[in-house]
């Protein structure tokens, strides 16, 4: 079966780094375009990033852009999250996804992936 897991979550101090990966197993990995959410207590799951079958094509929202940067390897089925400049509002459970279907999309809705990993806890302090 389809099976996302991320790793490299982890408490850090506002201002540092953190990259995350996330690795595909079950699936034609470059057949997907994956993307990153997160989700904070109390608080609705929201689209972090995406990026195409190939990672010709990338998209961020606004509350990341220019700090997080998505990338994948199709030969190692992994896509990553470099987070930079991390602040406390970061501070979520991150989660992948897979989108099988229009892997040439960039898609910002959780309904529109149909994998999802289980998540990695990231934790900024102050």
């Known amino acids: 079966q389809v099976q996302l897991v991320e790793s490299g979550g982890g408490l850090v101090q506002a201002g540092d780094s953190l990259r995350l990966s996330c690795a595909a197993s079950?699936?034609?990995?470059?057949?997907?375009?994956m993307g990153w959410f997160r989700q904070a207590p109390g608080k609705e799951r929201e689209f972090g990033a995406a990026i195409t079958w190939n990672g010709a094509s990338t998209y961020y929202a606004d509350s990341v852009k220019g700090r997080f940067t998505i990338s994948r390897d199709n030969a190692k089925n992994t896509v990553y999250l470099q987070m930079n400049s991390l602040k406390p509002e970061d501070t979520a459970v991150y989660y992948c996804?897979?989108?099988?279907?229009?892997?040439?999309?960039?898609?910002?809705?959780?309904?529109?992936?149909?994998?999802w990993g289980q998540g990695t806890q990231v934790t900024v302090s102050s």
């Open positions: 079950g699936l034609t990995f470059s057949n997907n375009a």
């Open positions: 996804a897979a989108r099988s279907y229009d892997s040439r999309a960039l898609a910002t809705r959780p309904y529109e992936y149909n994998y």
